[in-house]
């Protein structure tokens, strides 16, 4: 029993119920803004401070601080003013009090905690999510197919090594969209963006060509086959391999391609795996390098506000302008989450600013985002 409470407790910190109720808080400042940025504040730390108690807390409170409390405007739903008050500050000044009823966030407030605690505790992380596609242009041989069994040996030996792989379906899917646009080499754009569809962390793509050799001793079936492990979240090729598995056809050439086959997509996922798992790891760890434009905002105080303010969030480790000029600033981050939690962060530093914002172009790692 002792453990179960235990695991309860480490549980608790970042359950945070999802229900929508209204918190009651009061703020204290020398000016009205001052004391409802005050009171925003309050409303987080309450509802926050209602699910973790001093037994529960596997984060300290300055990164809480930091990562969390540094965005609370950006966790408040909605909220409505019941009163503002002058009080007195000292002797000879006035301050203010605001009373407010506000409505947080509490499904962007559980996420933001659990990517703190990822951050915290890297040694549990999983392995990642793999979508296996293949190119058809080599689908069968002497009209023996064999695709299908590379597919099931690679597969086999991801999920013997408990790698998740997305559901064959999806692998069809994408084979018939390349056959019906006629390209011959992987659009590493249009892969990861497949992948990332179906939430893989990598695409496993392969390709694949083959003879049968026939001599006075009999006949052989030679395979080669070619693989590219991409990673989703920055449209990157990290690895790529090459195999040939052989087979004799003692029996038949379709009982030799089966056997080649399985054979090779078993042999072709050995040499990624180190690669992908080192990949893995370091992403989770350190994370990936983005570079983000942002286009239309000339105010360099308000870009040194937007940097500041994106590197603050729980999933970004460091956050640089490295070029500006004519409206257009580049940043570089470092960023340990997906490509669409970063989005969902530039969106909401823009918002804390008061920007609206649209992404106009997205290549691999890098985003262009323009200033409405």
Known sequence: MRYIVLIILAVMVFVVPTSQAAVEVTGEGVSKDAALSV?????????????????????????????????SKGYVKRYDILRYDVIRTTA??????????????????????????????NSVVGNPRILVVFSTRQKNLRGKPFIDEIYNGIVESLTDRQFRVVDRSAADQFAVQMANSHEIDINLN?????????????????DVSGLVKETSDGSSVELAISSQLIDNTRATVITSK????TAPADVN???????????????IVSPLIDTLRRHWMDMQNNGALYTIVIDGVEDAEQIARFTEMFARFPLANGTREVESGGGKTTFESTYRGKR???DRDVLRAAAELGWQ????????????????
């Open 242 to 245: 090459k195999v040939e598995q």
């Open 340 to 342: 669409e939690q970063l």
């Open 92 to 121: 000879s000044a006035e301050g203010f009090s605001v009373t407010i009823s506000a409505e947080i966030d509490n499904v962007l407030l559980r996420e933001d905690l659990e990517a703190l605690n990822v951050l915290r505790k």
């Open 39 to 71: 009171a925003l504040r309050k409303a987080v730390e309450q509802t926050l401070g209602a699910h973790i108690s001093s037994q529960t807390v596997v984060v300290d409170s300055a990164l809480i601080d930091d990562k969390i409390y540094s965005h």
């Open 253 to 267: 050439i379709e009982q030799a391609l089966s056997r080649a086959g399985r054979e090779g997509g078993k042999k």
């Open 190 to 206: 249009r892969a990861a963006a497949y992948g990332l569809s179906y939430q893989a962390e990598y695409t496993l793509y392969y």
């Open 357 to 372: 914002m649209k992404k106009v172009r997205s290549e691999g790692a890098r985003s262009t985002w323009m200033k409405k």
